[in-house]
């Protein structure tokens, strides 16, 4: 089977427009989380969705970031009104059942860049 | 608060020689830790994790990692490092929700012939 799909895999945007990324998680995985990932910095938590639970939003930066996560699949991760400091490497992650024993699965991420 | 550190950006090695990339956590109660590597472009790969058990845990491509209770540490290693090793650490532990993975900073390794 497939990996974690993203897409696009790179994204130059003008800052103030708005963008959409998407994930396409592993079949069957219950769980997806985002990460994003800035240059000479580690990974940092935005969202992350369980089955039909209510999202943990507690990583998204401010309120221009916001993701759905539409039938229990595939995400998709909105910023409105991009800023130069949005520039980073997005990565997608799933996993079977969000339990630690189970490993996170990575795509190979979206790199935005705000002009 | 939980938390793990990675006190090195980068690690240097020769090829043949013996890898350590060196992770230690600030966890309550008893840890979840986890290795994952980074290949250049590339989306993070899980190595290996502890969960509880054995201290010494084995994972892909030949890589170990040590858990140490009295020292707080979770070391990864490798008995003879490749070119191919060269990638980016990282170490992770669950903080907050029981679900979310925290990452460390990262260790670049550099393996040369």
């Known amino acids: 089977g497939a990996g974690v799909s993203q897409s696009p895999s790179n994204k130059v945007t003008e800052k103030g427009k708005d963008v959409e990324l998407r994930c396409d998680p592993i079949?069957?995985?219950?769980?997806l989380y985002w990460y994003r990932q800035s240059l000479g910095q580690g990974l940092e938590f935005l969202i992350y969705?369980?089955?039909?639970?209510?999202?943990?939003k507690s990583g998204l930066p401010s309120d221009r970031f916001s993701a759905e996560r539409t039938g229990g699949s595939v995400s998709t991760l909105t910023i409105q009104r991009t800023q130069q400091e949005d520039s980073a490497v997005y990565l997608c992650a799933s996993s079977l059942d969000g339990l630690l024993t189970s490993p996170l699965h990575f795509g190979n991420g979206t790199r935005l860049t705000v002009t | 608060a939980q938390s793990v550190a990675q006190p090195e950006d980068q690690v240097n090695v020769a090829e043949g020689n013996p890898l350590t990339v060196k992770c230690t956590y600030s966890?309550?109660?008893?840890?979840?830790l986890f290795w994952y590597v980074q290949y250049p472009n590339r989306g993070l790969q899980f190595l290996l994790k502890y969960i509880t058990g054995d201290n010494l845990v084995k994972g892909s491509y030949g890589f170990e990692a040590e858990f140490n209770k009295s020292q707080t540490s979770f070391h990864l290693k490798k008995p003879s490092a490749l070119v191919s090793d060269s990638a980016l650490y990282f170490c992770a532990a669950p903080t907050g929700t029981a679900s979310k993975l925290t990452f460390g900073t990262g260790t670049r390794l550099q393996v040369t012939l």
């Open positions: 079949s069957g995985h219950t769980a």
């Open positions: 969705f369980q089955g039909n639970s209510a999202p943990d």
């Open positions: 966890v309550s109660g008893n840890p979840y």
